[in-house]
């Protein structure tokens, strides 16, 4: 059980063009939904926190206008690379915590590899 | 906010032998997660360990929580155990900045 599916794997587009990423738990709800970017050989730096049906909380100098975050069920969130660029080619991963366990424990998908040409 | 610090950054070993990886937290942690990120970027749950010890495999870990610390036990590593190990603060989100573990056949 727990299991946290992000698709795409890898995606490659070109400089302006917008990319969607996809977080869904696939046997639990989810209260909460976080986002990820991970540079090379370093550690996760938390994007934002989305919760069902209401709107993302970014970390201080993440632009909500460039990653939008959409959390529409208790088991899909997106998130929404707008008019990329190379310099937000990165590693982005999510996670989901259970709601009903509500302990907090993190289940991470498989992260989405995004290039930007 | 609560800093998470991993020791040692980098641990070379041969094939068979044990390891020790330490979490310190600046502030009372409640819901202490450690992780392995293995080579595909995968991050897979290896302990979720508020307090005392588990054991699963020849993986086993310990928190003292009143003391603010996390150990991570690797026994008879083999190379697939070779990675980026995690601690984090799962209730806030923030993680360490790993140990990297490579180990030898």
């Known amino acids: 059980g727990a299991v946290v599916s992000q698709h795409p794997s890898r995606v490659i587009c070109k400089s302006g063009t917008s990319v969607k990423i996809e977080c869904r738990s696939l046997d639990f709800q989810a209260t909460t939904m976080f986002w990820y970017r991970q540079f090379p050989k370093k550690s996760l730096m938390l994007m934002a926190t989305?919760?069902?049906?209401?709107?993302?909380?970014?970390e201080q100098g993440v632009e909500k206008d460039k990653f939008l975050i959409n959390h529409a069920s208790l088991t899909l969130s997106t998130l929404t690379v707008t008019s990329a660029h190379p310099e937000d080619s990165s590693f982005y991963i999510c996670s989901a915590s259970h709601r009903t366990a509500n302990t907090g424990e993190l289940f991470f998908g498989e992260g989405s590899r995004l290039t930007v040409l | 906010g609560i800093q998470v610090e991993q020791s040692p950054p980098d641990l070379i070993l041969q094939e068979g032998a044990n390891s020790t990886l330490r979490c310190n937290f600046s502030d009372s942690v409640n819901n202490l997660q450690w992780f392995h990120q293995n080579p595909w970027g995968q991050l897979i749950n290896l302990f979720y360990i508020p307090s005392g010890t588990k054991q699963n495999g020849r993986l086993s870990a310990t928190t003292v929580a009143t003391e603010r610390y996390s150990l991570l036990y690797i026994s008879s590593s083999q190379t697939t155990d070779s990675g980026v190990y995690f601690c984090?603060?799962?209730?806030?989100?923030?993680f360490g900045d790993g140990t990297t573990l490579t180990v030898k056949p």
């Open positions: 989305s919760n069902e049906g209401s709107k993302a909380t970014y």
């Open positions: 984090a603060d799962a209730g806030k989100s923030t």
